[in-house]
């Protein structure tokens, strides 16, 4: 196969593998409905740096370490769990609260929403399998360097217009409307789903 084939094949895995649903897609569709656009293409940004920095830990070989660690992979799987539980039980808290004013809603400030998108990506652990496993082995062997940057660059070019695309869409105003009459079952919905891919994580074995 060739490079370019190679190329175009790895491009719509990592298509595919951004668009299934997951914590990423959960949290930035609830910051882009309950905070602001801005602040959803700030964690959509966020999550697309994350793909930046699994593409090239795999290319330098965490991948092939993660596949054949099982010790590391648990230790990412049970601190990602954590996490999730942790930020799903905090929606569920704050389900009940009005929706936040121009003001409060970027008071935790857009590094800290960069940040949490960032983590959430960085311990998720289908991003782990699928980066250390599916990708690892899709590489071609001894690949030019070129090669190597195009991943890198498909890889956040993708995961960018996938989340900023998402974030952008829901934070329209009817939308935005429509999360007011329905934020605390929404936002009980997000925090029950993210509790649950905790809880599953942890489970699973």
């Not at 769990?81 to 609260?97: E, H, N, P, S, V």
Request: glycine share 8%.
């Amino acid at each position: 196969m060739s490079y370019a084939s190679n190329l175009l094949l790895l491009t719509g895995v990592l298509a595919l593998s951004m668009i299934s649903p997951g914590p990423n897609f959960a949290i930035v569709t609830s910051t882009a409905i309950h905070v602001s656009r801005r602040a959803g293409v700030i964690g959509g940004m966020g999550l697309a740096a994350a793909s930046t920095t699994w593409t090239i830990l795999t290319l330098v070989g965490l991948g092939f370490v993660i596949a054949h660690a099982a010790w590391l992979f648990t230790a990412i799987r049970i601190v990602g769990a954590l996490y999730l539980i942790f930020l799903g039980a905090k929606m569920l808290w704050q389900a009940r609260a009005p929706v936040a004013t121009g003001k409060q809603q970027m008071a935790q400030g857009e590094g800290a929403i960069f940040r949490k998108a960032y983590f959430v990506s960085l311990t998720n652990p289908k991003s782990a399998a699928f980066y250390g496993s599916v990708l690892a082995v899709m590489l071609p062997l001894h690949a030019p360097l070129w090669f190597s940057a195009a991943i890198v660059a498909i890889a956040t070019l993708l995961s960018a217009l996938w989340y900023c695309g998402v974030a952008f869409l829901l934070s329209t105003e009817a939308v935005r409307r429509r999360f007011a009459r329905t934020k605390a079952w929404f936002e009980s919905a997000i925090g029950v789903i993210l509790m649950g891919l905790g809880a599953k994580l942890l489970m699973d074995r």
